[in-house]
């Protein structure tokens, strides 16, 4: 049995863990995989800007130091932002799954352009870091929102009414007015629009949590991993330190 | 069950052991059939156009034989865009989506190529615009050993038989023919398929046509 470690990037209940598991029942796995979800204990409020990604990056780094050491063989970070993602490469040698780049880059494979859609502009920061990193913007059609307020803790629900209408909208634009080929939802937790805004499209549309379960299910089978060149190891893990940061944010 | 439409190169050796045990789901079925050119090697554009044909003739009847998804493991990608074109199923293909792969795994990515396919993959990696990615697309020595200038890879895409790589290099190998079977999986598993946008159908369907060029090419 495989075990992939989610890396969920907020402290949660397990009912909201819940939520972000539900992601599970939106991709058809291969038999022989299993994956934890396991909230982060230190966190930014939300992730609009780049103070909130040190602090994210710092939280995802912490929460999957062990995770080779706990036995599992593939961690995916439940956040298009990707934190965390290269810090976690250069201190595990089994797969680390970002959704931002994985989706990006799987788009290229469904069509030349691509629109990454969000709930609002302050998540703009987070994918042009990530396109840049890439050296893909000339790829990229256009980042837009539907100026929605997001909840990471309780995601859509009670709000799709709203919500789903206007989101699709926004997906609109960018195909018919930006060009996108194809469409990357912004965020993991707009997974539950999914499903209403693939049935709408006329484009592709990546669910980008359920893209990093398959690609994590791909990279375990072909035992594939990152780059050591790519990301070169630490001279020293500061783990303790990293445990101690944990225990302090647990107590505010 | 998902079932893969597996197309390879006649030219090339059969790719036996490029599944080993586990690799793909146990509900997935693999045909493979191996394709002609009728001017080989592919080296140049009067072959590639050739190409073009006989993998577009191979598989453009994939979905009505029944299959969830087709993989053209040919590093040059021939028929790729016309195939997507006549196809509602997904077409993964083994330069484009090695490549692409490989960046998820490092910051560049280099290319290990025979004779056969290096100045192709040359001209992809402008196509696709991931020239600042490609660190070169590297020939491989006469008895297949790995160029030493891939010690100093990110990330090595082998664009030929594993069987011919003599030498191991520190850096992840990404072998496109279990690659793009495993992204053929992953993308029937998430309902994902090619954008007409980017791959408009035709308007008037050339079936036949295709078929009789590609069996009176292959008869002559």
């Not at chain 1, 710092?58 to 063989?73: N, P, T, V």
């Not at chain 2, 072998?175 to 309902?191: D, Q």
Request: hydrophobic fraction near 45%; aromatic fraction near 6%.
């Amino acid at each position: 049995m495989a075990r992939v470690l989610v890396i969920v990037p907020f402290p949660m209940d397990e009912g909201n863990v819940a939520k972000r598991r539900a992601q599970l029942n939106a991709v058809r796995l291969g038999e022989g995989i299993e994956f934890d979800y396991k909230p982060v204990r230190i966190a930014p409020a939300n992730y609009v800007s780049q103070q909130d990604s040190v602090l994210a990056d710092i939280g995802i780094l912490e929460a999957g130091l062990q995770a080779q050491a706990d036995g599992y063989d593939a961690v995916c970070i439940d956040t298009v932002s990707d934190s965390g993602m290269s810090a976690l490469r250069s201190v595990l040698d089994i797969p680390v799954i970002g959704p931002g780049r994985h989706a990006m880059l799987a788009a290229l494979m469904l069509g030349e352009k691509f629109s990454i859609l969000a709930m609002w502009d302050r998540w703009r920061h987070l994918y042009t870091k990530t396109l840049a990193e890439l050296g893909l913007q000339h790829k990229c059609a256009s980042l837009r929102s539907a100026g929605l307020q997001p909840n990471n803790q309780s995601l859509l629900a009670g709000k799709e009414d709203e919500f789903f209408p206007a989101l699709y909208e926004a997906a609109m634009r960018c195909v018919e007015e930006d060009g996108a080929d194809v469409i990357i939802l912004g965020s993991t937790t707009m997974h539950e629009a999914h499903a209403y805004l693939a049935e709408r499209l006329p484009v592709p549309i990546i669910n980008p949590g359920p893209l990093t379960y398959r690609l994590a299910d791909a990279a375990i089978r072909l035992r594939l991993s990152h780059s050591r060149l790519s990301y070169p190891a630490p001279s020293h893990v500061a783990g303790g330190a990293l445990a101690a940061m944990g225990a302090a944010a647990e107590r505010i | 069950m998902t079932r893969i439409l597996l197309l390879t190169p006649a030219d090339v050796q059969a790719p036996a052991a490029a599944f080993s045990a586990g690799v793909t789901d146990s509900g997935t079925a693999i045909v493979h059939r191996r394709v002609a050119y009728a001017s080989t090697p592919p080296v140049g554009a009067h072959d590639w156009a050739l190409a073009d044909l006989a993998m577009l003739a191979a598989g453009q009847h994939a979905q009505e034989e029944g299959f969830d998804a087709v993989c053209v493991g040919d590093m040059g990608d021939y028929g790729a865009n016309a195939l997507r074109s006549v196809l509602d199923i997904p077409v993964i293909t083994a330069g484009r989506a090695s490549m692409l792969y490989a960046l998820s795994l490092g910051a560049r990515f280099s290319v290990a190529a025979s004779a056969r396919d290096h100045v192709r993959i040359g001209k992809l990696v402008h196509e696709y615009a991931l020239d600042h990615q490609c660190a070169g697309v590297h020939l491989l020595g006469e008895d297949g050993e790995l160029p030493a200038a891939l010690d100093e890879a990110d990330v090595v895409v082998l664009a030929a038989s594993p069987a011919g790589a003599s030498r191991s290099v520190r850096a992840p190998l990404v072998e496109p023919l279990p690659l793009i079977v495993k992204l053929a999986e992953s993308m029937t598993g998430l309902g994902l398929t090619h954008s007409r946008r980017a791959y408009p159908a035709p308007q008037v369907r050339k079936g036949d046509l295709i078929d009789a060029l590609s069996r009176s090419g292959a008869a002559s």
